[in-house]
């Protein structure tokens, strides 16, 4: 793929955006998976994810196509990691939120996606990615393996348990 925008989600994007959330909410409920439901992710979540400068988009021909929350600092939850321990201590990005739209479904756009998540962190000097996702969420895990993202143990949000993921980038 070569012809699109990796570029920081604006407000005039959220309806956009949250045509790719619904979707996603709306195949994982139908296929019985437990991570996202009608209460998770909110238009207010990606909002937020927008005012505080997290959210970020990949258009293709003009189109927002795929959307993620990519915070620089720490996650609270990863404070605190059981069974495991996460590969390193520095400082890292986490990625929230990611979403294909159904228009790209498996065309890569998930990947293409956290690879300009990877250059980002890269050009920030940040070399580690850390990741949650849950145990049914079979494409997040199908893309982290292709991916390299190491399985580091397990995070708890008041929704739940979450399988724990860290990548070290060469730097």
Same mark, same amino acid.
């Given at each position: 793929m070569k ?5 920081e989600?604006?407000?005039i994007?959220?309806?956009?955006i949250m045509e790719?959330i619904d ?7 139908d296929?019985g ?11 207010k ?5 927008i005012?505080a ?7 293709m021909?003009?189109r927002v196509?795929? *959307?993620g929350?990519v915070?620089?600092?720490?996650e609270?939850?990863y404070r605190h990691?059981?069974k ?15 979403a294909v739209?159904q228009r790209?479904r498996q065309k ?8 300009q998540?990877e250059?980002m962190?890269?050009r920030?000097?940040? *070399?580690?990615?850390?990741?949650d996702t849950n145990?049914?969420?079979?494409a997040m895990l199908?893309l982290?393996?292709k991916?390299h ?15 724990a *993921?860290?990548?070290?980038l060469s730097?």
């Open positions: 012809d699109f925008v990796f570029r989600a604006w407000p994007d959220v309806d956009a790719i979707y996603a909410r709306c195949r994982m409920l296929e998976k437990q991570q996202w439901d009608e209460h998770y992710p909110l238009r979540d990606i909002e937020a994810d005012a400068r997290h959210g970020m988009v990949l258009c021909a003009g196509e795929a *959307y929350a915070i620089f600092g720490e609270p939850a990691i059981g495991g321990r996460w590969l390193s201590e520095q400082p890292y990005a986490v990625v929230h939120r990611l739209s790209q890569g756009l998930g990947m293409l996606m956290m690879q998540v250059e962190a890269h920030r000097g940040v *070399y580690s990615i850390k990741i145990f049914d969420n079979t199908h982290l393996k991916m993202f190491t399985y580091c143990g397990e995070v708890n949000y008041s929704r739940g348990t979450r399988k *993921y860290e990548k070290l730097d």
